[in-house]
């Protein structure tokens, strides 16, 4: 294998001779081979590097390509290696390293994980309920290093042993609390594996359940679960079985297989744990099937799908609460249906829809319902009572995230949300709605913070069309507003996911150097309702390019930074903005970074084996279709590659990403190579043993980010 690589390096590419300490090294040049890719109606497109595409990952002469950018990353970062260092060593110097989550209470037992100190990975644990024990008292004991009558589930370090990557998705357990079902990753690809084990014993079953998403609900018979099969080829969600513990997987029964793949599906249990659910959901419909827990043979539909119309549900006391966009609700409503109901003629309105507010989320308890909404950009926690009357959760400064924390039981009055700004770290906060009581359970710990020495503050820029755009920045307090400064530029814009302002122990050492950081709430989200993100998607993508180009261009003219110190940034469908942007307008940044970025779009929603494709057809527009595809070609970032002078990049990748496949960034790079007229520096870095999250392990993906960070610092001219 050594030898068919080294022959291939030398083949395709040229590599410089010279040592990794060279001044200047020479990039690879990847070998190009003719290629067409077709539409169903007749358009071509020539894809010169469509090679570097290997499904198996086996390919020597792609391997030698990808090893070779590697190296040369290697060599052009190496007088960067103490800025790295030196980055990494601030980053997780604040992190405390024995730290643990807040205990949540479920059926008798209360659940959390801790770190010890130099490990990569959690340990999940439970403690039994019994006098005198909350979830404050199990967090002292545990900064206090007593691990007295604590029963350790999943030593996390141990299962990693040995392995380049792994990862526990989840681990749920039984009604009774005897037996622990748990998932697994081992390179990345969010293919998992189930495993069962005794929790009396200790002891694990035999039997393992390969090829799954890592949903799984158990029976009320505690040896029952239902969990989803995924197609091993698209990798797409496809049926859910049964499997009875103790038995051999190979005899498991398909309870729901679902034909359209433009769905995802998900299980879940209710809030009173009465009924299993079965959940399937496209960018644009959804639909729930519902069996009980006690007898879950016969699954019944909550509501028959229907496009455009969006549903989620819970039961509890007796009623299904639904969250839909129904009856052209397009900020979402809240109504309410009997157990029994089968159709929407059974929903009852329960909180009216408002053009003005987003209903995100909501949670259901014994005396009062906790909906989680936004409007003006912020997220907002409403406590909606029994007898009609609602309050708001308090903020305290103009920019902030805040949500529903884990509220593990319906049977309380209180409340558990979590609030974080650009300034201040994670918090969560206890509630108690009866007494209006509150108390901090657990702030974020950061080693050496003084978030008295930073400010946030929100503005609005002004996009092309008129549009107000809402920035949240953050910077260390003594910053002038005059120009000089660099500043790090962040957004995603895709899916309706809304970027909020949260609490980063990396940004700190940026802050620290004198940078700002802005992240523009651009169109694709729905920081503004449901309306941003209709307006950032499929024929109005663009929208999302310009407004983040719009955005620096406001923060530039209003003194935030020097108009040639703006680096941006964004990974995945963020990875596309940053394809675009550059494309647009390469002169309003110094530098890019982008991580995983999904760059080839036309070719890859042609494919419909790829995972995701077919899922995301309403999001981006299905290109057999023409009008679709010749909007697409006219952003897509591989394809608009020219003759022009691009930033500085820095482009990272996972060999094994089962989200945007690696030779998207590969290809992109090869071809940017090709076209680039500027000097700035290009990297291009394959983890070759990770996939779309990067590598495993609580401190690795600091080492990439300190990385990157490294060689946009040097660019900008940051000391």
Excluded at 9 to 29: H, R
Excluded at 164 to 189: K, L
Aim: zero cysteines.
């Amino acid at each position: 294998m050594r030898t068919a690589l080294l022959l291939a390096t030398t083949i395709l590419m040229t590599l410089s001779n010279t040592s990794t300490m060279a001044a200047d090294p020479t990039p690879p040049d990847a070998e190009k081979r003719p290629h067409v890719v077709k539409a169903p109606h007749g358009a071509e497109r020539h894809d010169e590097y469509y090679w570097l595409r290997d499904d198996k990952r086996e390919d020597a002469a792609m391997l030698a390509y990808l090893q070779a950018e590697n190296a040369y990353a290697d060599q052009v970062m190496a007088p960067l290696k103490p800025v790295e260092d030196r980055l990494y060593d601030e980053i997780v110097g604040r992190i405390k390293q024995d730290d643990s989550s807040i205990p949540a209470r479920e059926r008798g037992w209360w659940y959390y994980a801790r770190y010890e100190t130099g490990k990569d990975y959690p340990i999940h644990a439970r403690r039994a309920d019994g006098p005198g024990v909350d979830a404050l008292s199990i967090q002292r004991s545990n900064e206090a290093g007593d691990f007295d009558g604590e029963q350790v589930l999943l030593d996390v370090n141990v299962l990693a042993e040995g392995k380049d990557y792994y990862s526990v998705g989840a681990y749920e357990i039984s009604q009774d609390n005897a037996v622990m079902a748990w998932a697994d990753d081992t390179n990345g690809r969010r293919q998992y594996t189930f495993r069962f084990r005794n929790l009396a014993t200790g002891e694990d079953y035999p039997e393992q359940i390969r090829g799954t998403s890592g949903d799984l609900v158990f029976a009320d018979d505690n040896r029952t679960v239902f969990y989803i099969e995924n197609d091993p080829e698209t990798l797409l969600t496809k049926r859910v079985k049964r499997h009875v513990i103790g038995t051999d997987p190979a005899t498991d029964t398909v309870v729901y297989e679902e034909a359209d793949d433009s769905f995802y599906m998900g299980l879940e249990r209710t809030r009173d744990d009465r009924y299993i659910l079965i959940g399937v959901s496209s960018t644009v419909s959804d639909e729930l099937r519902y069996a009980p827990a006690s007898d879950p043979r016969e699954f019944t539909v909550l509501a028959p799908r229907e496009r455009e119309l969006e549903y989620s549900a819970d039961h509890l006391g007796g009623r299904w609460v639904i969250l839909t966009n129904a009856d052209g609700a397009t900020n979402f409503k809240l109504v309410q249906a009997p157990s029994g109901s089968r159709s929407r003629g059974d929903w009852q309105d329960l909180v009216a829809h408002d053009a003005q507010v987003f209903l995100e989320t909501f949670e259901l308890f014994d005396g009062f319902i906790a909906l989680g909404e936004r409007s003006d950009a912020l997220e907002r926690v409403r406590i909606l009572r029994q007898d009609g009357s609602a309050e708001y959760v308090e903020a305290d400064e103009p920019a902030y995230s805040m949500g529903l924390s884990a509220n593990t039981e319906p049977g309380t009055t209180k409340l558990r949300y979590t609030y974080t700004s650009l300034t201040t770290p994670a918090t969560t906060y206890e509630l108690d709605t009866a007494s209006g009581e509150r108390i901090v359970l657990k702030q974020q710990p950061v080693i050496g913070y003084d978030p008295s020495q930073y400010a946030t503050e929100r503005v609005w820029a002004t996009a092309r069309d008129g549009e107000k755009i809402p920035v949240s920045l953050v910077y260390r307090k003594g910053f002038r507003k005059d120009g000089s400064a660099a500043m790090l530029q962040y957004a995603y814009g895709s899916y309706g996911m809304s970027m909020d302002p949260g609490f980063s122990v990396t940004t700190v050492s940026l802050l620290d150097r004198g940078m700002v950081y802005a992240l523009a709430h651009i169109r694709g989200g729905q920081e503004m309702g449901r309306r941003w993100y209709e307006d950032g998607k499929l024929l109005n993508k663009v929208n999302t390019f310009t407004d983040f180009i719009d955005v620096t261009d406001a923060l530039v003219a209003q003194g935030y930074a020097a108009k040639d110190r703006v680096a941006a940034y964004g990974g995945s469908a963020g990875g596309l903005l940053m394809g675009a942007i550059s494309n647009m307008a390469p002169d309003r940044y110094r530098v890019i970074l982008s991580q995983v970025p999904f760059v080839d779009v036309v070719t890859t929603m042609l494919d419909p084996s790829i995972p995701l494709t077919t899922n995301e057809y309403d999001e981006w527009g299905n290109p057999e279709e023409r009008k679709f595809y010749d909007y697409m070609v006219t952003y897509s970032p591989y394809d608009n590659l020219s003759a022009q002078a691009y930033p500085a990049m820095f482009v990272g990748t996972g060999l094994w990403d089962s989200q945007v496949q690696y030779w998207e960034p590969a290809k992109y790079v090869a071809r940017l190579r090709d076209l680039d007229t500027g000097n700035g520096p290009i990297v291009f870095r394959t983890n070759m043993e990770a996939g779309h999250g990067g590598k495993s392990g609580r401190f690795r993906r600091f080492r990439e980010q300190a990385e990157m960070y490294a060689f946009m610092l040097d660019q900008l001219g940051v000391k």
